[in-house]
């Protein structure tokens, strides 16, 4: 095992972290090394370190739409996330760090007099997370406020526009490991005085129609073109149905839920289950949203 004390130096870092500590699923085992560096420079730092001891690189934001193994990760994790958070608002603009949280900055936005955010007042991941998966609720996505993200590729900073073809739905070209977005610029419209009485009505409806009780990462399915993904597992009969400490939610079919010692394998398994019924009664295959990252 490498020092990572006298290679790591100043950044801040952790050895044989458990994951579950840093995912909202509360699942999987630990990683090898977990470091969170706190500016451009350091994550040039971490990266540069991972190619010299030929180590694989894995990136997080804030654990909210992944399930990590529960053999844990191996090679480098590095998390962006608190350390890496400014946000500043210039006029209708919003130049943010990858790192923070973009639920933060729908409601920084709000008080401060702007619009176009509120969607996403409700959503607990990062904005660097947010637009890796081009996030999106009520209408609302990321791809209609992003204007300019900045980030590393092939080992440079390098600053891009974005363009309409830069992003779909629940994709987007701005993604590790090809891209790693460390900041952003959001542009919003002045507030015509409804946007903080959306925002409360769209984080009412989540608080009561999603499982915000229980740990989980969120939809556990893309939204089939010309479906929904809940519904269909609602018609296959399938709420309620679990495996192991991993349950189908009984109020929101779309959401795997961690009902207090789910396994990685039992949410696997699960999912597994819910795609072979679902096809088997609508023939239509659902595709995860979250990601699986760590040891298979």
């Known amino acids: 095992m490498p020092d990572y004390r006298s290679i790591f130096g100043e950044i801040f870092f952790r050895e044989n972290m458990p994951m579950s500590e840093y995912t909202s699923f509360r699942i999987g ?78 409601k920084k936005s709000v008080l401060n007099g702007l619009m176009g955010l509120e969607w996403a007042a409700g959503i607990p991941g990062t904005v660097g997370g947010a637009i890796a998966m081009n996030a999106g609720a009520y209408y609302g996505e990321m791809s209609m406020v992003l204007k300019k993200v900045s980030g590393i590729m092939d080992g440079e900073f390098c600053s891009f526009d974005v363009k309409d073809d830069d992003m779909g739905y629940r994709k987007s070209r701005f993604i590790a ?22 925002m409360n009505d769209y984080n009412a409806r989540r608080r009561e129609k999603q499982p915000l009780s229980y740990p989980s990462a969120g939809s556990t399915f893309k939204r089939p073109e010309g479906y929904f993904a809940g519904a269909l597992i609602e018609q296959a009969g399938l709420k309620g149905t679990s495996i192991g400490g991993a349950m189908v939610s009984t109020k929101h079919a779309g959401f795997i839920i961690n009902t207090g010692n789910a396994t990685c394998s039992d949410v696997l398994a699960l999912i597994e289950l819910v795609q072979k019924r679902v096809y088997d009664m609508s023939g239509v295959m659902l595709e995860t949203e979250v990601k699986y990252i760590g040891k298979r």
């Open 29 to 106: 085992g630990n990683a090898e090394v977990l470091v969170e560096p706190a500016s451009v420079g350091e994550l040039l730092r971490c990266l540069s370190i991972a190619k010299e001891l030929d180590k694989k690189v894995i990136i997080i934001g804030n654990g909210t739409n992944m399930l990590v193994s529960d053999e844990g990760i191996e090679g480098i994790c590095i998390r962006i996330a608190e350390r890496m958070s400014a946000a500043e608002i210039n006029g209708t603009r919003i130049n943010v760090q990858a790192g923070a949280r973009i639920a933060s900055i729908a």
């Open 177 to 198: 490991p090809d891209f790693l977005t460390c900041e952003a610029e959001i542009e919003l419209i002045p507030d015509d005085g409804s946007a903080l009485s959306r």
